[in-house]
């Protein structure tokens, strides 16, 4: 089954930084893609960013472009999703989860994931 732990959200104010973290164990992720996708109140969840385990391609939705960086560790199987510049509207619930590893694009937009999802990681964005 498909499991994963997301970390390393919290409080920041407009402008900082975190970096969140997502974790697989008991199984390898050089087999899939690796998305972040985030939920806020009201809202559908939505694509934010997603890479490939095993040719590293990676997409961004428009609202995250030149501030996010996703990147990956195949070694600790372990998918880091770096966010600068962070904004008030990028409050949510954070979640990782697996796709098909050869379209991140598809995976991202459609929300094409396998198995359930975790508890998430909150971040919130506020002075």
């Known amino acids: 089954q498909l499991q994963f732990v997301e970390s390393g959200g919290g409080l920041v104010q407009p402008g900082g930084s975190l970096r969140l973290s997502c974790a697989a164990s008991?199984?390898?992720?050089?087999?899939?893609?690796i998305g972040w996708f985030r939920q806020a109140p009201g809202k559908e969840r939505e694509g934010v960013s997603c890479?490939?385990?095993?040719?590293?391609?990676?997409y961004y939705a428009d609202s995250v472009k030149g501030r996010f960086t996703i990147s990956r560790d195949n070694a600790k199987n372990t998918v880091y999703l770096q966010m600068n510049s962070l904004k008030p509207e990028d409050q949510a619930v954070y979640y990782c989860?697996?796709?098909?590893?050869?379209?991140?694009?598809?995976?991202?937009?459609?929300?094409?994931?396998?198995?359930?999802w975790g508890q998430g990681t909150q971040v919130t964005v506020s002075s």
């Open positions: 008991g199984f390898t992720l050089d087999y899939y893609a």
């Open positions: 890479i490939s385990m095993s040719d590293g391609s990676t």
């Open positions: 989860a697996a796709g098909p590893r050869n379209d991140v694009q598809a995976m991202c937009v459609s929300k094409i994931t396998f198995g359930s």
